[in-house]
């Protein structure tokens, strides 16, 4: 049972336009949300996380805006750039000495110029 | 700096093959996961270590995979015996020993395997 969804499965954008990318859960002690950006043939790295404390972190085109109500978040990529395709996975962990992260199934973003 | 460092990265096994892939973390890390790519499912955990010890082994992996630290340096994953179903990228992370869960997972390239 997957207990963090990411939607859309891909997604295709033109180059300087908006790329928005959700991700749900269903745990609710969850409290820690980093996203991870994966380029072909290589490992997943992190790109930006947000705790539950807050509702939006920004980190230049990227920001994630968080509803913790709802058990949703999403990743914002303005001024998409074709460097920017990747497959990008939503995770969620909790507390601050638990090691464990559970990964989204990953959404493929592609940007056209 | 070295990051995490994978072999092999392919493998090609038989059905009913023992495979064994092999990680070495970040200099320094105590944390260290072994993790299966799929497309459907996405990252899945198999095992997590901390400073060598099992901390998790994955639930529904415990069959036919085990994870080793062999040393802080160096783990393997055995898959044995191996099926079509485990095709996949099989990657391997790691993480510094302070900052817990809100510290980096550091990943490798990941080993793509296929059973025939």
């Known amino acids: 049972q997957q207990q963090v969804r990411q939607s859309p499965q891909s997604l295709t954008v033109w180059e300087g336009e908006t790329a928005i990318l959700n991700c749900s859960y269903e745990?609710?002690?969850?409290?820690?949300f980093p996203w991870y950006q994966q380029f072909p043939g290589e490992g997943p790295a992190l790109l930006i996380s947000?705790?539950?404390?807050?509702d939006k972190k920004e980190d230049g085109r990227f920001t994630i805006f968080f509803n913790k109500r709802e058990k949703k978040l999403s990743l914002h990529i303005t001024d998409s750039q074709p460097g920017d395709s990747a497959t990008y996975f939503c995770?969620?962990?909790?507390?601050?000495?638990?090691?464990?992260?559970?990964f989204g199934e990953g959404t493929q973003v592609t940007v056209i110029s | 700096d070295a990051g995490v460092t994978q072999t092999p990265r392919h493998e090609v096994a038989e059905k009913g093959q023992t495979i064994i892939l092999k990680c070495e973390p970040v200099?320094?890390?105590?944390?260290l996961f072994w993790y299966r790519q799929t497309k459907i499912q996405g990252l899945e955990l198999l095992s997590y270590?901390?400073?060598?010890?099992?901390?998790?082994d994955g639930g529904a992996f415990k069959d036919r995979f085990k994870a080793e630290m062999l040393n802080s340096s160096f783990s393997t994953l055995k898959i044995q015996p191996t099926e079509p179903k485990d095709s996949a990228v099989y990657l391997c992370?790691?993480?510094?020993?302070?900052?817990?869960?809100?510290?980096?997972?550091?990943f490798g390239p990941g080993t793509r395997l296929t059973v025939l």
């Open positions: 992370a790691s993480r510094p020993g302070t900052g817990g869960l809100y510290a980096e997972q550091f």
């Open positions: 745990d609710s002690t969850f409290n820690y």
């Open positions: 947000i705790r539950s404390v807050s």
């Open positions: 995770a969620a962990g909790t507390g601050g000495l638990s090691g464990k992260l559970t």
């Open positions: 200099s320094g890390h105590n944390d």
């Open positions: 270590f901390r400073s060598k010890s099992l901390m998790e």
